[in-house]
């Protein structure tokens, strides 16, 4: 299960305090590392500084919780965030809402642009002024019939098994697929996620004209968590969400999970 060692990419802006928020809350269940980088371009001195400061900033938001502070050099904030994931061995990088985006949703900046397309860890994402309950209350597979799905239907099965929590599969019907196929795919799954775990998953066929209307075609509860398999057109060991799946992600109102190609 991901969540043995959790680094979050911090900014001190609205979008940092709330992945900061998130990474604590995701080691506060998994009992995971904790580690709080900040990324700053190289050649910049006063932004080595900076970085620094930012990080002094996070410690005063988290308080007594014990985690390792990094600030790292790099071109990208994104690309210094996924190098220095594998360095240190973590197997899940938290990022925030870029500005400007609506609240309670996932607007994507150039650093998550970049995570969602090439990191070799799992990402999650908060969405704008999230703040995350006690304890998970459900996990949600955004499913569709493909080897990348199937795959990860058993592992967050395995994850589900092992928060104690309820596990949800969705299907999207945009109204221009067969829902009696959709809904053979969907049982399809929940069989597969029985014979792996175990576990009676939930199923469910949101509807709509497009994915935003479709994404409000379900309940999500308060402490849910989305997760997307990465596309088929990702390389092996990395992420990359398709345009459909990007679309999900912007729709969402809980934090989404996405997990490498070939996840283990």
């Avoid at 990419?9 to 900040?38: F, S, W």
Wanted: proline share 5%; aromatic share 4%.
């Amino acid at each position: 299960m991901i969540g043995a060692h959790v680094i979050v990419g911090y900014t001190n802006d609205a979008g940092g305090r709330d992945a900061l928020t998130l990474g604590d809350a995701i080691t506060r269940v998994t009992g995971g590392e904790l580690t709080i980088a900040t990324i700053y371009p190289p050649g910049s001195p006063g932004l080595a500084v900076e970085a620094q400061a930012n990080l002094a900033h996070a410690a005063e938001e988290l308080g007594p919780v014990a985690a390792e502070y990094i600030t790292f050099e790099s071109r990208g904030s994104g690309r210094g965030l996924s190098v220095l994931a594998s360095r240190i061995r973590a197997d899940l990088i938290v990022v925030g809402s870029a500005d400007g985006g609506q609240p309670g949703r996932i607007a994507i900046g150039a650093t998550s642009d970049h995570l969602l397309h090439l990191s070799s860890e799992a990402v999650m994402l908060a969405p704008a002024g999230y703040r995350p309950p006690a304890d998970p209350a459900r996990l949600t597979l955004a499913y569709v019939h493909r080897p990348q799905c199937d795959e990860a239907v058993g592992q967050v099965a395995q994850a589900a098994l092992r928060l104690g929590v309820p596990l949800r599969l969705i299907t999207l019907d945009l109204r221009t697929d067969d829902q009696g196929r959709l809904r053979d795919d969907l049982a399809l799954a929940v069989r597969l996620a029985w014979e792996t775990t175990g576990i009676e998953a939930e199923s469910e066929v949101a509807e709509g004209h497009d994915v935003a209307a479709a994404m409000e075609d379900v309940e999500w509860l308060e402490g849910e968590l989305l997760v997307c398999a990465a596309s088929e057109d990702a390389q092996p060991h990395r992420v990359f969400l398709g345009e459909l799946a990007m679309k999900v992600l912007r729709a969402a109102a809980c934090p989404v999970t996405v997990l490498p190609r070939g996840f283990s």
